[in-house]
């Protein structure tokens, strides 16, 4: 007797969603397939329920090798489909235990969904952060080599520091005016936007920490003004280093419900 | 799709991540972020414990700015985090209670040798 399979949900699109999902292999290694009902389209996959049921979810999100790959899985599988079509993604690890559960979703949520993907339709989530951009030769570059010697290194030491320490000071004000300036701009260009708390530099492969990391909802038809507004932004503030990614699909604007307004 | 320096390099610089551009292109913070943390809940009928998710949203948002970066110099975020892993914490405890007991054991040789150098009988009576 072989075990039913789980169906893990990528994401809800429209009717026409169907045709852009045919051959592709999604999580788990399954098969990518179109599940209808309620008018509405929930992109779907078999998953096996021993790599995929309740305890072994659990488990399996704590291995960073094993999040990596569903992550990515999961996301391509939505990438693919929104190049297409309104998407309204789901969450990471989205699991019915049949298709007439995730039907029966589909069917319950069919509103708020349709809301939804009316409101993204045409419209990208493009990612930006900003990092301060703290040079420490910029403290560094404008001490003088040949400090007093009268003064001992103890003094020159502090001198030194003690300018270092103004000059990030300085830096990060003017990174945080920036920073506050550079999302007003993009925020006037875009549908919608969203404010994340910055990311910390834990174990930074940067030097400066994060200013601004938004996202914004864009319509397609000003993502060129948008990238190039960013581009303009970047030249314009030198207190940050700018960072744009995108576009995805909106996973920034579906909200705890699916919902949400644009503001 | 990465594109450096537009601008002198005094000047911001725009680096650009082209999801659209392959699969490969978006890097795993950035997806991890999106699909961890945003996208629509809807509990399956399969569930995660919320508070996992929670939890694990949480700490990839402390580390998430350079998790490749982590990964490479070995940084085992999972195991070695007492908030996430109950074995962990209780290691913690262990080397707390180890520290301890290693410091009164010194604090009592310390006594005995006080006492024995002052040639008192008190304190090496445990020696007899």
Not at chain 2, 49 to 57: M, Y
Not at chain 2, 88 to 116: H, P, T, W
């Amino acid at each position: 007797m072989t075990e039913n399979p789980c169906v893990w949900v990528y994401a809800v699109a429209d009717d026409a969603a169907s045709a852009f999902t045919a051959g592709s292999i999604g999580v788990g290694g399954g098969a990518v397939r179109p599940l209808s009902a309620a008018g509405l389209t929930a992109i779907v996959g078999g998953v096996a329920r021993s790599e995929f049921g309740e305890a072994a979810l659990r488990q399996n999100l704590e291995d960073l090798e094993w999040l990596e790959r569903t992550a990515r899985a999961h996301h391509e599988v939505i990438e693919t489909v929104a190049r297409e079509r309104p998407v309204v993604p789901m969450r990471l690890a989205t699991v019915y235990s049949s298709d007439e559960a995730a039907a029966g979703m589909l069917r319950e949520r069919a509103a708020d969904l349709r809301q939804a993907l009316i409101r993204l339709g045409g419209r990208s989530e493009w990612g930006v952060k900003a990092y301060v951009a703290i040079s420490d030769d910029r403290a560094d570059g404008q001490q003088p080599e040949t400090a007093d010697p009268s003064a001992g290194p103890g003094a020159a030491y502090l001198r030194r520091r003690r300018a270092q320490l103004a000059a990030h000071r300085d830096a990060r004000q003017e990174a945080m005016a920036s920073a506050q300036a550079v999302h007003a701009e993009l925020d006037r260009l875009s549908a919608s936007a969203r404010l994340y708390p910055p990311q910390s530099p834990t174990i930074a492969d940067r030097s400066g920490s994060m200013a601004l990391n938004a996202a914004y909802l864009v319509g397609d038809d000003r993502a060129e003004e948008f990238e190039a507004a960013v581009t303009e932004l970047a030249a314009r503030h030198g207190a940050l280093q700018l960072t744009l990614t995108g576009p995805w699909p909106a996973y920034s604007f579906v909200g705890q419900d699916g919902t949400e307004d644009a503001r | 799709m990465t594109y450096g320096n537009l601008a002198p390099p005094s000047s911001g610089t725009v680096r650009r991540s082209g999801v659209a551009g392959g699969p490969q292109a978006a890097n795993l913070a950035d997806i991890l972020e999106r699909v961890l943390d945003k996208g629509l809940v809807i509990a399956g009928d399969i569930r995660v414990n919320l508070l996992d998710i929670e939890l694990l949203t949480i700490k990839l948002r402390l580390v998430i700015a350079s998790l490749d970066t982590a990964r490479q110099v070995g940084i085992n975020w999972w195991e070695s985090d007492p908030w996430l892993n109950a074995q962990a914490a209780d290691r913690a405890a262990e080397k707390s209670r180890d520290q301890q007991e290693l410091e009164e054991e010194n604090r009592e040789l310390r006594n005995r040798i006080e006492a024995l150098e002052s040639g008192g009988h008190n304190g090496g009576s445990r020696g007899d």
